[in-house]
């Protein structure tokens, strides 16, 4: 039985048991402290946006944002790991195919390139699967190259979970600036900033041809209104040269789109050391909470910091924004139980405390059911109301309306699906032409 199949058994095994216990959250206690902690701006707050982020902005065939039918703007893991492979010819498709039957179901794009990695370094000349050493080396290339195209996708021009995001991040004074953190490889979150023309700073410096600065990234003294953007898994647009990593050289740079899945040898040097040390240091400040969204909990690596940084900082806390049922997400489950101060919020129940249970609203005070509506409802006409917040466009969302001070759900469900590209409750598009108007 493989490890990720144990994991999943135990989940299993305690999402029944919590079950027999009728052990209940009720959301709205929860997002109503959350939407005060947004709207304040006076917590250290940082945001983890994993793959499944751009999923939730889908487009048509031109790009362009679409309310119903189209595709994701960028695929998820598994069907990038079929793009990418489908991509190549020859032995080098021939070699990738076994590499990836040989993973078995640990299989994507991501532990084959690691595979790949290994073989480069350890071969020589002798021959694995009709590939040497420099074969491997050139197979990386190609499927770092055949990457960089399928993630390459601009953002869309209509106002998108990206903007909105930003809108908030710079919306408001804070103390502290806001942290995001990505291990996505696309140039949306810059694109996003740059239409805004919020600053952010991503650990590059330099006019001519930006290289990477630990330092600075290290010391993090700028003011709280430059957002800091750190990209884990590096990014399209960033190139070694020389000994320098340097920023600027376009969507075809591909070259540094992933450290390597085994990243105890390349995360000890820039940039991923210094940006895997700035999540450590992030959730070892005291009083700082990080909201993950699109994040599966897989890695391993990243995985590793927080379990160690939040068992040495208790005064930290993440909040895990789930899309699938809690007994789907076996990983991230798995760390809320052995660490209370992370907690899940999945469709259909949490893990809050180390505590397991199913959601079940309480009886509405005065004005929350439209405030409801942004994070509670059905996803799609029909469907029985579940927690919506492991959506990242709704997540967005959420945040940018922590300030409104009035919201209506006078809307029709044509209006939020205009709106959000997506089969959203209708209240949170009218909430948004409603934030902030004065009171009749």
């Known amino acids: 039985m493989s490890d990720q199949e144990t994991v999943q058994n135990q989940v299993t095994k305690r999402y029944s048991e919590g079950a027999r216990l009728n052990t209940f959250h009720n959301p709205d206690r929860f997002m109503s402290d959350l939407r005060q902690i947004l709207s304040q701006g006076r917590k250290r707050i940082g945001l983890l946006v994993g793959a499944g982020a751009p999923m939730s902005i889908r487009v048509n065939a031109d790009g362009t944002l679409v309310s119903e039918g189209g595709s994701p703007l960028m695929p998820g893991v598994e069907e990038l790991t079929n793009q990418a492979i489908e991509g190549l010819t020859g032995q080098q498709k021939a070699a990738a195919e076994t590499i ?23 071969l020589g000349p002798a021959q694995v699967h009709g590939l040497d ?33 930003v809108s908030w991040v710079s919306g408001t004074l804070r103390a502290h600036a806001v942290e995001i953190f990505t291990t996505n490889y696309d140039l949306l979150f810059e694109e996003a900033f740059e239409r805004s023309r919020a600053s952010y700073f991503d650990g590059f410096t330099g006019g001519h041809l930006p290289f990477f600065d630990p330092v600075s990234v290290a010391s993090d003294d700028l003011p709280p209104r430059w957002s800091r953007l750190w990209k884990l898994h590096g990014s399209l ?29 390349l995360t000890q040097k820039q940039p991923y050391s210094a940006l895997f040390e700035r999540l450590r240091q992030f959730l070892l400040t005291p009083d700082s909470i990080l909201l993950t969204s699109g994040f599966s909990f897989r890695d391993a690596h990243i995985c590793a910091v927080l379990d160690e940084a939040l068992a040495m900082n208790a005064n930290a806390s993440v909040m895990a924004f789930q899309y699938m049922p809690l007994a789907s997400e076996g990983p991230a489950c798995k760390l809320a139980f052995e660490r209370p101060n992370l907690s899940v919020y999945a469709s259909d129940g949490a893990v ?3 505590v397991k249970g199913t959601w079940r609203p309480g009886d509405p005070p005065k004005n929350w059911e439209d405030i409801r509506a942004t994070f509670w409802g059905p996803r799609r006409p029909g469907e029985q109301s579940k927690f ?46 409603h934030a902030g108007e004065p009171k009749a």
């Not at 990457?147 to 979970?161: D, F, H, Q």
């Not at 960033?238 to 899945?261: F, I, K, N, T």
Request: charged fraction near 20%; proline fraction near 3%; aromatic fraction near 6%.
């Open 388 to 433: 919506l917040l492991g959506d990242f466009a709704l997540l967005t969302r959420f945040c940018a309306l922590a300030q409104a001070t009035e919201m209506s759900a006078q809307a029709t469900p044509d209006d939020a699906l205009a709106v959000l590209g997506g089969g959203a409750p209708a209240a949170i598009a009218v909430a948004v032409a």
């Open 100 to 122: 990836r039957a040989e993973l078995g179901a640990a299989a994507n794009i991501e532990s084959i390139l690691t595979r790949i990695r290994l073989l480069q370094q350890a």
């Open 352 to 354: 809050i405390g180390g």
């Open 133 to 165: 050493s420099d074969g491997y080396k050139a197979l990386g290339v190609e499927v770092c190259r055949k990457i960089g195209e399928v993630v390459g996708a601009a953002l869309p021009k209509e106002r998108n979970a990206y903007s909105e995001l």
């Open 237 to 265: 647009g960033w190139a070694l040269e020389g000994d320098s990593v340097v920023r600027g050289r376009g969507r075809a740079a591909s070259q540094l789109v992933y450290p390597d899945h085994l990243k105890y040898e």
